[in-house]
Structures are given as C-alpha cells and as structure tokens.
C-alpha cells in the first residue's frame, strides 16, 4: 500500500473551511479534529468529567453538555487554562484520529487529510506528515471576516487572533501554501492543482505512522482496532 499523512491547518477564519469542502467534493480522506474534539468531551465521556472536575459546572449548558462558547472565552483569555484544556483532550482527540487513520489505510486511501486548526502550535503531530498545508489570507482580511462572522469587536477579534501562532508564521512551515485571501474560485483553483500532486506522489509512510502510534502510546488502541475489524 502507499498511504501517506497530510497536515492541514489554518488560522480562525482564514478559510480553512473552504478548502475542506472542495476536498471533500475531491473524495479526498479528510479527518476533521474539530468534530473528533465536540466528540471526545460529550457528557459521560473521560475527558468531560475531567473538563468539569477542573472547569467546574458553570460552563455547563441546561442539557448537561459543555457550553463551547463559555469554555472558550476562559481559555483564550488565560493560556494556562488553555493549556490545561489541551492536556485533556489532546490525547483523546490523537487515539481517535488514529482510528479513522487506519480505516482509510484500510480501504487503499493514497493519502488522509488531517484537517488540525493547531498543527503547528502543538508541533507533536508534524513529524508524521510527510507534507503540511496552510490555508492562508492576509492579517487585515482575517480580522474583518472574524469581526463580521462572529460579531465581535475589533478589540475582542484581535484577541482570538493572537492565541494563534501568526500565519505569516505558519505559512513559513508549510510544505504548501493556499492562499484564500482573493474570490472563491481562485481559492478552488489552488485545491484542484494540490490535489492533483498528491494524487501523483507515490509516498509510502505506513513505517512512519506506526511509529507515530507508538511515540503516543497507542499501540493498544491499534490492536483493539485490528480486532474489532476481524472480528
């Protein structure tokens, strides 16, 4: 089999949404660890009682479910909370990952997408990608998209953008750059040419991902999920 990882990443509202959906319409294996994350943190969960034993039950909603937007005016506004919350869900977030990982392997999948809002920040999961994506758009448009999608103040959308790594920053790292910062289509026309060259690479990292799983210590998780699929 030739399988190999592909780190997409972006900043808060740069458009990153966007070119998934293109990709999705591709066929392409996309792996989205913001829904692996509302996942994880669903109540009776191991991460949603640690995330209420160290938050406490005021970022709780009515229905027992954590309150996303309460959650996250606490973290963006004190890293080390920030920090913590990663430190929970991190960890339950890569085990299901590795999950969807193997599914894709499993079916002959040239390459996965993982679609990672943080890659670059955390910079644990960068190894195992044998290229890396950012989705990009100039600091001014960036600012005037979050301030008009979120309804936030200047003050307040400037905050969010500076819990992220830069993304003159990110575009640095990066293997390949998509620029979203013009219309749509030129943004489509971006996808179309990167899929085209991964389709073309031949890149074999199963040894790579193996590793990956064994630096992480889910070798467990592994076999659990080549029994469930024999079985």
């Not at 301030?147 to 003050?155: C, D, I, P, V």
């Amino acid at each position: 089999s030739t399988m190999f990882l592909v780190g997409l990443s972006g900043g808060i509202a740069s458009g990153k949404s966007t070119v998934v959906a293109v990709l999705r319409e591709l066929g392409c294996a996309v792996i989205d660890a913001d829904v692996i994350a509302r996942e994880v943190v669903q109540p009776r969960s191991k991460a949603y009682r640690q995330i209420v034993r160290c938050f406490g039950t005021d970022i709780l909603l009515e229905n027992g479910e954590i309150n996303r937007e309460a959650l996250g005016n606490i973290i963006f506004s004190q890293p080390e909370k920030r920090q913590l919350l990663n430190s929970i869900t991190h960890p339950e977030i890569q085990k299901e990952m590795l999950k969807q990982i193997l599914k894709y392997f499993v079916r002959g999948y040239r390459y996965v997408i993982l679609d990672i809002p943080l890659l670059f920040e955390t910079n644990r999961l960068t190894k195992f990608m044998k290229y890396t994506v950012v989705v990009y758009c100039d600091p001014p448009t960036q600012l005037s998209r979050l301030m008009k999608r979120n309804g936030l103040s200047r003050a307040e959308a400037e905050a969010r953008v500076a819990s992220q790594l830069p993304l003159d920053e990110k575009r640095k790292l990066a293997t390949h750059v998509i620029d979203n910062s013009g219309e749509r289509e030129q943004t489509r026309r971006q996808v179309l040419r990167l899929h085209a060259r991964l389709e073309d690479s031949l890149d074999f990292l199963w040894a790579r991902l193996a590793a990956g799983a064994l630096v992480a210590g889910l070798g467990g998780l592994v076999y659990l999920l080549l029994r469930h699929l024999i079985s």
